[in-house]
Each structure stands twice: as structure tokens, then as C-alpha cells.
């Protein structure tokens, strides 16, 4: 009996740590891998989020992938003549984190998590419009991604297969050519086009959310990077007459560059990246590549870039003094000031002394410019940066908001990136209308349109003999007043074709000066009165950006683009695409 009693007791000593072996093996909810997440609705709407939450990382357009292409282009300037000075120079050696790394590491984050979206997707029992939404919104940004990533790095992988990233052999990818890239973008934006709603939906898709509207705004502008003048032109006529949703300009310019539920995601935004305003996110300051802390400030440091450190910024970057000058060679019908020069540069203006409240063509009801900035009065114009001088940036900053007296360096500022606006639709359509027929009252009329919101007088066609002063008009007067120091004036660069002619080249240069002398010089340069031209140190193939050596030398399989071999790409540029002569 006692023997029984034993065989017993091992029996249940057996048992019971299998049962325990067996309680062991749970599964953490709280620390969930890609291989049991993403297999439900609601987890693949998860996942979605922390897609949109990779667009607002420091390479993206928390910071450097915004500023990052500003620079590059004519209307903004090195002023620290530190961070950045080597892509404003445009002669990166291809060692440097901030432009050949981050910028490259940052999208690669995007392009990771909308390919395990879209991999999960069709393995998810849910209703079409889900599926179409979830799969839309990824397609979207894995579009957004690629775009970026070859408008700045011209070669780079084509990774769409979530599985690539579990087989070495696959995981280190080779060099795609840039028309092999712009294809998939062309796929994925037409796909999304197909499946988004439009921003009439409401909700969520009016305020941030990816629209078949900026899906159609994002697949016009990469067809027009490849000359597709004709097929960009449909869509963009699509859009203006409301396929895609309702869009409008709105009355004021300068709400395009307010913070504040009543200004951000308005009728004229096809896409801006959201941020949380001033103030209202937690206290953990997170940069790249980190970004999951539930008390993360969720604001982005263009404003720590852009504005004067003179009144607190870092003072990396200034407007060009082309860019005032081109302002002020132009008055509203009304003889005022260009409403855009005040939310694009921080300038004193004596004439905004006597502005302020009038009733003017620009602001029949009443006119808010003034001399106060961060909500003081200045009685001349603040420097961007306190040894070097130049005039500081006020678009994306709350210079002209005075919501507060005080930056707050970092990832504070909260007003929303807007990538893209309708004026850009218009002025694209003339572009378009310009390439294929022009000139013609009907490219006229779309810039027109641009115009009358801030009251300046109608251009007439007969101004316009040829296409190529048509031209001339839209790319260096009224696209760079509309969109100075925004994202994009370096991939129209690019397009353009103008690091690969001569008398573009010297254009660039002349729209490049800029004087290290303390001051914020307004003064036209030349030559002779500049300290130098960003363009000046140009080093062929440097109109992308070099992909970072240690990215080389971690990828067997990669090979460096045109800036890493200092490769000249105006032959290959000229035998596909015709570079509109300047007109002076």
C-alpha cells in the first residue's frame, strides 16, 4: 500500500508540472511580435497608425527630410554654415549622418511597416471598404516613401515583399533604376486613387488621413518628374473639377500656415503631416528612431531650423535674398505688399506699421500684418543666425502666429507640414497646359487663379510670346512666391532639368547668393557684392543626395548613386527630356 501510495505522489508531482509547463507557455499581449499581430481588423487599423506615426520621424518631416530639400533648392540658405552646409553646397563625401543616412533610414522605416500591412491584409476577413482603406492608406505611403526616396537618393532598392525581410539573400536588396522605382510609385498611387475616400467623407479623412485626392495629387507630380505632361494634366483637371473631392483656396494664405484645428486640414490641403499643437503633447522629446513614448511632445523642429536664433532658434537656415527681392519687384492692385512675402520671411517692413486692421485688396476685412513677432514689436528685421546674419524663414513657424513669446528648441512647434496644396494643382495645370499647348489663355487663367487670392494684378497672354516665357513665369516667379521655403523646390529643380544646362546653372547661382556679414541683407546680390552662391560648389551628380558609406559597406549588393561617384547626369537627363532655355 505504501508503494501504491508513492507511484501515486509521482504521478501528481508529474502532472502537476506539466500542467504548470503548460500555464508557462502564454502569450505576452503587451510585447506582441509581426507573426501573431496583424491577423484582425482592428490590428491592421493599428498598424496603419504606426505608418503615418514613421512620416513624422527626424529623416522624414519631424526635421532634416523637410528642411533637408529646401536647402537644396535656390530660396533658402546655409546661415550657420554648420548642419547642412554640405547640402546646401551640394558636395556631400557621403559620410555624413544627417542627409545620406537619416533621410534613407527614416522612409526605410515607412516602407517596412506598409509592406507588412499590405502583406496581412488579404489574410483578414473584414468588409471591402475596410480592406480597401487599410490597404489604400498603405499603398499611399509606401508611394509617399518611394517618391522621397529616389528624388533624394536617385537608386535605391525596391523592397515591396514583407517576406524580403526574413531571407538574407533578399534582406541586403541591390540598386533599382529610378524608372523602376517611379513605376511601383505609379502602381501604388493609381491603386490608392482607386480605393481611398475622398476628404467629403469627413471625419478622419478631412482631418489628416490619406485621401484618393492626395493619392491624385502625389501621382500628378511623380508623372510630371517624368515628363507625363499629358497623363498628369488629366488628373490634375480630375481634381480641379472634384473627382477626387472638393478643394478650394482658401482666403487667406496665411492660413496655411496657422496652427490650430481652424486652420489645419482646410479645403486647400491635399496632405499635411499632423502634428500636435503647441503645448498639448507630453514632455519626452523623441528623436529618430525611436518615436513611441505615449508622452512624446508630437512637434516637429522646422521651426528650430527656420526661424531667428537671434530670438532663440538653432539659426540653421535663412530665405534667400532673391527670394525677398522677388517679393517686393511686384505690388497687390492695391499697391501693397505680396501677402505671401509676410508668412514666408520674417522681415520689418516699415510700410506694416500703417497695415495693421486696414481694409486692403488682400484683406478687405481688415489686414493682420504687423510688426510684432513671438509677440514682439521689432523695429528692424531679426537675424537667422546671430554671427552669420540672413533673413529667417516664418512659414511652419508661429513667428506671425504670437501664440508665444518664446521658442522652444526642438520637437515642440505644432503647425501641420502641409505637402501639398491646391494652389499646387493650379499652377501644375498651367505647367502641364504650358508643356503640351502652350502658351495659352488657359495655362493664364490657372495662375490667375493663384494670384487673385493675394489681389495681384492678372497676367495677359499677350506678356507671353513663347512657351518657354510662359515657362519662365511659372518656375521662377510664381511657383517660387507660392511655395517659397517649402518641401519640393529641389525635386522641381530636378525635373526641371536645371543642374544640367549651363544658363540654368548660372540662374542658380545668381538665386544662390548670400552675404556672411552679420546682417539680414535684403540687398539684390551679384557677383561682386555676394560672399558666395551655394551653387557655386556643385559637384556633378550632387543634385541627389550620396547614400551613406556605412549603408555601402553594410550592403554587399548596393552601389553608390551618381553623388557617390561624382557621375554627371546631363547626358542621360538631355537624350529623354527637353530643358526650357532661360528667358531673361
Known sequence: ?????????????????????????????????????????????????????????????????????????????????????????LNSPGTIGIGDQWIWRDWYHVVNRTNFVLSKVDGVKMSEESRNQIAGQALFLRGLAYYHLSTYYQTVPLITDYASYSDINTMYASNNTQDEIFDQIEIDLSQAMAMLPSRDKGGEWAQGRATCGAAAGYMARALMFRHKFEEAYQILKDIIAGKYGRYALTADFGDNFREGAAYENNPESLFEVQFMDYGTGGTDEEWTPVNISSQATQGHAVESNYASQELGSWGDLAGSPWLYNLFRKETCTDGFLDPRLYWTLVTYEEEYNSYTGLKTAAYPNGDPRCNIVYQTEIIRTPLSNNAQGGISIAKFTNARNNIYSTITNGLHCGVNLRLMRYSDVLLRAAECENEINGPTQTAINYINEVRRRVALKDLQLSDFPTADALFEQIANVERPKEFGCE???????????????QDRLDQLIEHGYYKLDGKASTEELTAETATASSFQYYYKGHEYFPIFQGTLDANPNL??????????????????????PRVK
Open 1 to 89: 500500500m505504501r508503494h501504491l501510495n508513492i507511484i501515486f505522489i509521482i504521478w501528481l508531482l508529474i502532472g502537476g508540472l506539466a500542467a504548470c509547463n503548460d500555464a508557462l507557455n502564454v502569450v505576452n499581449p503587451n510585447n506582441q511580435t509581426t507573426y501573431d499581430f496583424g491577423d484582425s481588423e482592428s490590428e491592421l487599423n493599428e498598424a496603419v497608425i504606426a505608418c503615418y506615426n514613421r512620416i513624422r520621424l527626424e529623416g522624414t518631416f519631424a526635421r532634416v527630410g523637410y528642411t533637408m530639400d529646401a536647402v537644396r533648392g535656390d530660396e533658402v540658405w546655409n546661415s550657420s554654415q554648420q548642419w547642412y552646409l554640405e547640402y546646401d553646397n
Open 487 to 501: 518641401n519640393g523646390r529641389g525635386i522641381d529643380l530636378l525635373r526641371w532639368g536645371f543642374f544640367y544646362s
Open 559 to 580: 552601389e553608390g548613386n551618381s553623388a557617390n561617384k561624382n557621375e554627371d547626369n546631363s547626358i542621360a537627363f538631355k537624350s529623354r527630356w527637353n530643358i526650357r
